[in-house]
């Protein structure tokens, strides 16, 4: 499921998501979609691609990525996250990409992600 550079995409990501079990790909590139990532994203267990890049996110990552174990890309650079990085993001061994790039982000290179990709 792709959204990309629509300006007039805005508001949350919707919780619905989390109930997509089969979903495999969700890009939200370039819109203005704002507040926060759904913990309910951690139920999207089919998912490899996740990229929400250039958009107005706020807040932490939620802590639910230790059941997501077929993502392979995981994207959310350009927004304005804070805080440090989720544990669970250390349970990512096949992720391909992590790219965290431009937000408001601590730890960055914390000893908790060594066998993972390199995170930008």
């Known amino acids: ?5 629509n300006s007039g995409l805005i508001g949350n990501i919707p ?3 989390g109930v997509l ?3 495999q790909s969700l890009v939200i590139l370039k819109n203005s979609v704002t507040a926060e990532i759904p913990s309910s994203i951690g ?13 107005y996110l706020t807040s932490r990552i939620p802590d639910v990525f230790d059941r ?8 959310l650079c350009s ?9 669970t993001l ?3 061994t096949s992720a391909l990409k992590l790219d965290v790039n431009n937000n408001h ?3 960055l290179m914390n000893n908790r992600f060594i066998g993972c990709p390199t995170i930008h």
């Open 68 to 75: 997501l174990n077929e993502l392979l890309i995981f994207d």
């Open 21 to 23: 079990k089969n979903l």
């Open 15 to 17: 919780l619905c998501f």
């Open 105 to 107: 982000l601590m730890d």
């Open 1 to 5: 499921m792709e959204f990309r550079s």
């Open 43 to 55: 139920n999207v267990i089919k998912l490899k691609k996740l990229v929400l890049v250039g958009n």
């Open 90 to 92: 250390g349970s990512l």
């Open 79 to 87: 927004n304005s996250l804070s805080g440090s990085l989720p544990l």
